[in-house]
């Protein structure tokens, strides 16, 4: 008889949705110009800028994570400024195509896929700079920056500067404090650690951004989206279901976010031990709790790897750009709780033990 498996999504987004937003999503249809709608859009804003620490604002914008980034440079920098981008990873790498894109001028550091940005990357950088662009987790690798460190670092040569983070893998996984850390902006998105569906991002901005807003575009406007949300509507039409997703995961999230972001950890932790006890080389120099990522090892492609997780019913996912055919990676940044760490660890040790019959 054929073994019977559950379907386990263990990808750093989507991820395995929580109940909460499974139930939010079962309601019926509200319109988004509606008094209830209204209520539910505020009790969302209010978690969310509770979940980023900031005493400005969080805008819900209809988009992934990657709306959220381009809206923030959009709307933080004007064409022609010059901002710094250190690229270690796919999605660092997304921030220097963004600023290029919006006619900003580009100065890279480019590291190793893998490694972690330090100080002294940043200290031979010339400026001037009106900002810096920062990915806190960097999930095409597995890697966790010390973005606290960094914004200290590089505001004591460049105090007017902005620092923006893309904190799309790390809200919820990992401790996050915008104001708190010398932060002037981030972005979020809904597919990640807050374990809703995508289609909603989420822009913070401290008071420091919304006083250096240089608002443009249309539907990314900022401005007018500040003109709105804080009244419980959005500019253009909101993904109205999910931003009541967002409201209701995080009014049962935020009250034990700490122990969350503990477990998280742990997990993490899990999965990379029964990694390295079966020889698998780690990716990352210092690791972020929302991915796992190993290196393949020689003779084993990335095909035959998510192959076997698929026979147990699991999506894996492999690597991007540079490590595109080298890695695997797998998350349980979703709803996950500490027994399915321990379950997916073995999941592992079974793929190699059949990868190496």
Known sequence: MEPMYRPRLLTPGPVELHPKALEALSRPQLHHRS?????????????????????????????????????????????????????HGNFSERWAKIAKEAGLEVERIDLPWGQVVRPEHLGSATGPF????????????????????????????????????????????????????????????SQKGIMCPPGLAYAALSPRALERLKPRGF?????????????????????????????????????????????????????YAAGQGLGLQVVPEARSPATTCFYLPEGVSYGQVKNAF???????????????????????????????AYAVAQMLRDVWAELSA
């Open 130 to 189: 009106a900002g810096l662009l920062l990915t806190h987790s960097e999930s095409s690798t597995g890697a966790l920056n010390d973005v606290r460190t960094l914004a200290q670092a590089f505001k004591a040569r460049f105090p007017e500067a902005l620092v923006v983070v893309d904190a799309i893998t790390s809200l919820f996984v990992s401790a996050f404090a915008l104001e708190g850390w010398g932060l002037d902006a981030a972005a979020c998105g």
């Open 219 to 271: 539907y990314l406007n900022l401005a007018s989206e500040l003109k709105v949300q804080s009244t419980g509507e959005s500019a253009w039409t909101p993904a109205i279901n999910l931003v009541a997703a967002t409201a209701a995961v995080l009014e049962d999230l935020l009250p034990r976010l700490p122990e969350h972001i503990a477990l998280k950890q742990h997990q993490n932790d899990l999965l």
């Open 310 to 340: 698929a026979a147990r019913g699991a999506t894996i996912i492999g690597g991007q750009g540079q490590l595109k055919g080298k890695v695997f990676r797998l998350s349980l940044m979703g709803y996950s709780d500490l027994y399915d």
């Open 35 to 87: 008094d209830a709608a209204k209520q539910v859009f505020l009790q969302a804003k209010a978690g969310l800028e509770a979940a980023f620490q900031t005493q400005g604002q969080v805008l819900m914008l209809t988009g992934s994570g990657t709306a959220a980034m381009d809206a923030l440079v959009q709307n933080l920098f004007a064409p022609g400024e010059r901002v710094l981008v250190p690229v």
